[in-house]
């Protein structure tokens, strides 16, 4: 990480009412740290956008496992993909659903795909993937 830089910056008063609202839920106590925090994401988003930065993606996605036609589409994409899974955990939630969790990782542009196909499949309940990448943010 590189040194510290002080920059000034001048914002609308609304603006700066809700953004300190927005650090108290978040329970942020130094303005900087949470500015540093939101232009991270920027850049990770961007990055991802880009499609060829080694990115990490996590998946997860509730279904019900009594659809075995299902069961058995999840577990052929990733062994179809079985360079880009590098874990998964799976998690009998009640008498009817799994939850998974699964860890992506890869070209961005891929690992979106390949979550994107996961989280669409037809009988997924609930999904959403979140991603990371090193390179904008160390
Ligand atoms: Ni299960």
Known sequence: MSGMTRF???MEE???DKFERYMKRKGYTNRSEAIRDLIRDALVKDEWDGGEADSIGTVTI???HHSR???SKLTHSQH???GQVVAAMHVHVDAHHCLE????RGKGRDVKT???HI??????VHGQMTFTTLEAIV
């Not at 969790?101 to 992506?104: D, E, F, Q, V």
Request: proline letters at 0%; aromatic letters at 4%.
């Open 8 to 10: 000034g910056m001048s």
């Open 14 to 16: 609304d603006l700066l």
């Open 62 to 64: 509730v279904y019900d």
């Open 69 to 71: 036609e299902l069961s």
């Open 80 to 82: 179809q993909n079985i």
């Open 101 to 104: 969790a699964l860890i992506l």
């Open 114 to 116: 390949l979550g994107d």
């Open 119 to 124: 989280v669409g499949t037809k009988g997924v």
